[in-house]
């Protein structure tokens, strides 16, 4: 459910009435709080949520006394993780198929004591998994992440040859098993303007990017770059290439949100199960009024996780 006082409990219910019939839903929070979210006019009514398919696990964790969304607290934060501690069980029971999560809050994290700068953390440390892979994606574009929530002053002290090369050789393998995609296209990201003008502007690109990707054109047939990132983003987005990969955070999420961000979400490659999640935040300013919470990501989320299982159930 993500952090109880932000938009999690509203647009998952928007989202199971959206789309009734297409799996067997478990929702993990707390039901006082998701019910107090339904309680809104504007929002489905309870009978048409108890026609859809869905179980409730209810942890009872969230404070009665003095509750408004909207709020940045430590108990929320510690709540959203237990919600992630009962989820990762049910994974490793094989009780579920697969992981999409609503927004957490990385201050009311911190509050509670916890360090993960976000759910692909936990995630990953909760798992065991050393390497994995941040791709965001809407309908129009697919953008692999090589550095994630990592200040843009250190960005560039953070990349090398290797993380680079994981990256790309993830992005290749998760393209083909689970998005099926037979023979991916892909694109490398300068980090500098002009992709340095061949040294001009930065050296990341001529030390760095560019040998990796040489020594990995032996294994992938179809890969470019490095290119300026506007125009390696323009052609991803032109049909030209399957999937970009980009060097930091916000290189990915503009172009995506300025495309589309309706559509937009988040997936982990690397777990060994499908965990994806909207491409936006607990929207702590419109949380109080659910009428404004728009589901489509959380849907586009959803629709992708039973995508992606069933490819790689297939695969």
């Known amino acids: 459910m993500g952090d109880p006082s932000g938009i999690g409990p509203s647009i998952i219910r928007k989202s199971l009435i959206g789309l009734k019939n297409s799996a067997e839903f478990l929702v993990i929070g707390d039901k006082w709080v998701f019910d107090k979210a339904g309680s809104c006019p504007c929002l489905p009514a309870k009978q048409e949520l108890a026609a859809v398919s869905h179980k409730f696990i209810d942890l009872h964790n969230v ?38 999560t609503a927004p957490i809050s990385k201050e009311a994290i911190n509050l509670a004591g916890f360090t993960w700068r976000g759910h692909t953390e936990y995630l990953t ?20 992440l090589v550095t994630r929530h990592t200040p843009l002053r250190s960005v560039a002290l953070q990349l090398n040859e290797n993380n680079v090369s994981k990256t790309i050789l993830m992005t290749y393998k998760y393209l083909k098993d689970w998005f099926s995609i037979e023979e991916p296209r892909l694109v490398v990201c300068g980090l500098n303007p002009h992709g340095s003008d061949n040294g001009l502007i930065g050296n990341e690109e001529n030390r760095i990017i560019k040998p990796a990707i040489q020594r990995l054109s032996k294994k992938i047939r179809y890969i470019d770059g490095p290119l300026p990132s506007d125009v390696a983003l323009a052609q991803t987005l032109g049909g030209k290439y399957d999937c970009a990969i980009a060097m930091y955070h916000d290189q990915a999420l503009i172009p995506l949100k300025i495309t589309d961000a309706r559509s937009g979400v988040n997936i982990t490659l690397g777990l060994k199960f499908v965990r994806t999640s909207p491409l936006h935040g607990t929207a702590f300013d419109i949380a109080k009024e659910p009428k404004l919470a728009d589901p489509s990501s959380f849907i586009a989320a959803i629709q992708l996780a039973i995508r992606c299982t069933l490819n790689q159930k297939n695969a």
């Open 63 to 100: 404070p009665h006394k003095n509750f408004t969304f909207g709020k940045v607290k430590a108990e929320y934060g510690r709540a959203s993780i237990e919600y992630l501690d009962k989820a990762m069980g049910l994974i490793r029971n094989k009780e579920i198929d697969c992981l999409v």
């Open 125 to 144: 440390q909760s798992s065991g998994v050393e390497n994995f892979v941040m791709m965001l994606l809407n309908k129009r574009l697919k953008i692999a």
